[in-house]
């Protein structure tokens, strides 16, 4: 495949255990968004799938489709997490969605 914008990897995380010890290294990535879409100007959320068993496929209006490969991956975990703003600033919730919710893929 030629390498393109698109395929070249713009990041990569390699956790190493240089103890003198045996330990379990635990590492969560995240992907995370502004809210722009609750601004009122009519952006689209962006939108998280999975692709595959290693990988999650991404995509924003602005920033355009990405992939997010893992090796090993464990099973993967997504949430929606927006503000509670009656909690908060005690003025109306937005969206219908005031607490995290996870999902497991």
Known sequence: MPRTA???P???????NRGPDTA?????AT???RNTWAWGYGTPRPEL???DSNTIELG???LGEFK???EDAPQQLYTENESNNERLW?????????RMRFTAI
């Open 31 to 33: 992907v995370w968004f």
């Open 10 to 16: 713009f990041g990569r995380v390699t956790v190493i």
């Open 6 to 8: 698109s395929t070249i």
């Open 24 to 28: 379990v290294a635990l590492s969560y």
């Open 49 to 51: 799938s999975r692709y």
């Open 68 to 70: 997010f490969w893992m």
């Open 90 to 98: 005690n003025s109306p919730n937005i969206s219908l969605t005031r």
């Open 60 to 62: 924003e209006a602005g």
